[in-house]
């Protein structure tokens, strides 16, 4: 897909559920590009230059981290974004953990769309995701109530 003058391109690593959920996200407000696996992600990123990349938690069999790392390597100077996706709820110290990994390797945020989902619905979740990815103005929603 060529990039549309003027538009966000992102580049989104993940499984088929976590392109979906970028999908409906973003809407038509950027240029998505896909990759399923490390290897194809790593050769976008040859082949085109992203604004963003947005990888899934369970990017490539849970690659993300071999992923990003490789991405940090080769300063491609794009946002670096990480999100899950999922039913499974994620306790707070696993979270935690994903968080403080991700932001050692420089990632500027991680989304878990199931945690916001759960506690503010679906469509508050999706709309986090859009605003990070796009990287508008981010205010984390309020506590119900």
């Known amino acids: 897909m060529a990039a549309t003058e003027g538009r966000v391109r992102v580049l989104v690593a993940g499984t088929a559920d976590a392109t979906e959920a970028v999908r409906l996200a973003v809407r038509d407000d950027a240029d998505l590009v896909f990759a ?78 199931p945690q916001i989902g759960d506690e503010y619905g679906d469509a508050v979740a999706l709309e986090t995701l859009r605003k990070v990815i796009l990287d508008e103005s981010f205010v984390p929603p309020a506590p119900p109530g």
């Open 36 to 113: 399923y696996s490390v290897r194809e992600a790593l050769e976008r990123c040859d082949q085109a230059t992203f604004d963003v990349i947005a990888c899934n938690v369970r990017f490539d069999e849970s690659r993300m981290f071999e992923f990003l790392q490789k991405v940090m390597e080769r300063g491609l100077g794009a946002r670096i974004v990480s999100f899950r996706v999922g039913e499974q709820p994620m306790a707070a110290a696993s979270r935690n953990a994903i968080r403080n990994a991700l932001g050692a390797l420089g990632v500027e945020r991680f989304v878990d769309v």
